[in-house]
């Protein structure tokens, strides 16, 4: 059975036996997973990973606004954030050989605020866990869940010249850090895509992001989501963001939107540089099947 270190809370040493099976690339995604149907639907599936839309909104037939499951610019759903953990939390306790994860993906810092208190109903501390393929191997209990959490936002401007607000990144990191539990994705606003078709991260895009890191005195797992076309041309800038968050067990989390531009080539090159065991791949068939990686590594 592959062992993929998926999750740590902290940084771990592991041998380099250890380094060369883990594959976070075979992680599956399901995305905007922001409604009763489809979360049942995904829970039934063989997908790993449970990215999912929180606002502030309305459940439907209710004034009440509380953090619900939508994008913008929907404000109103049929699942609550409290539901949508809840019924993950259940899942999981009830499939353990096949435990699933959630990706709460925050659009503003009002809508994170306000979950605070749901979020730490299930980001207590645990150790770290083997995964192979979605098999997170937990001893679960409802008393204290222990599924793959992770927090994110796009807290800092990116490229190119992206005019979209990001989530506070002060307050979310300031916040995100109370759920040592939890893993924390943070990343760039981008504007990139359609007749857009050239860019990077820049030095002090990424700068920026260190410095954030470290003036809050962040100490859990932190995963950097990076869009495909843009990182494939910011190898060595991702390169030092990595190396200098490797205390953190820091990965990198390489997305793209349909029909973006991409250089495959240099975005392979860049994934075997930083390693399979640093990187989860969250990209549409087509592209993925371009990439040609490796596969993971059994045990002898």
Request: hydrophobic residues 40%.
């Amino acid at each position: 059975m592959l062992r993929l270190l998926v999750l740590a809370v902290a940084a771990t040493v592991v041998s380099s036996e250890e380094e060369n099976m883990r594959n976070l690339t075979t992680v599956t995604w399901a995305h905007a997973v922001n409604n009763k149907t489809y979360l049942e639907a995904v829970l039934a599936s063989n997908i790993c990973m449970l990215e999912a839309d929180i606002v502030l909104g309305t459940i439907s037939g209710k004034d009440e606004v509380i953090p619900v499951m939508a994008h913008p610019p929907a404000t109103s759903s049929d699942l609550s954030l409290a539901n949508f953990l809840s019924t993950v939390a259940q899942y999981n306790y009830e499939n353990t050989d096949k435990q699933k994860g959630v990706k709460l993906d925050f659009k503003s810092i009002e809508a994170f605020e306000s979950s605070q208190d749901v979020i730490a109903r299930y980001s207590k501390p645990q150790s770290s866990c083997d995964h192979g393929q979605c098999n997170l191997r937990r001893n679960i209990t409802q008393s204290q869940p222990n599924f793959p959490i992770w927090l994110n936002a796009d807290i800092l401007p990116g490229p190119v010249d992206s005019q979209v607000k990001p989530v506070d990144p002060a307050k979310f990191l300031e916040l995100g850090s109370k759920h040592p539990r939890a893993v924390l994705s943070v990343g760039w606003t981008t504007n990139y895509g359609g007749n857009l078709t050239e860019g990077e991260y820049s030095g002090e895009q990424i700068g920026t992001m260190l410095r954030m890191i470290n003036e809050h005195h962040i100490n859990q797992t932190v995963t950097f989501p990076v869009r495909a076309g843009l990182a494939a041309n910011s190898q060595p800038v991702i390169l030092d963001l990595l190396r200098e968050t490797s205390s953190l067990n820091s990965s990198m989390t390489v997305w793209s939107s349909e029909g973006d531009h991409v250089e495959v080539d240099r975005l392979r090159a860049l994934i075997l540089t930083v390693g399979l065991e640093r990187t989860y791949l969250d990209v549409p068939q087509e592209l993925a099947a371009k990439l040609h990686l490796p596969p993971a590594k059994a045990k002898n």
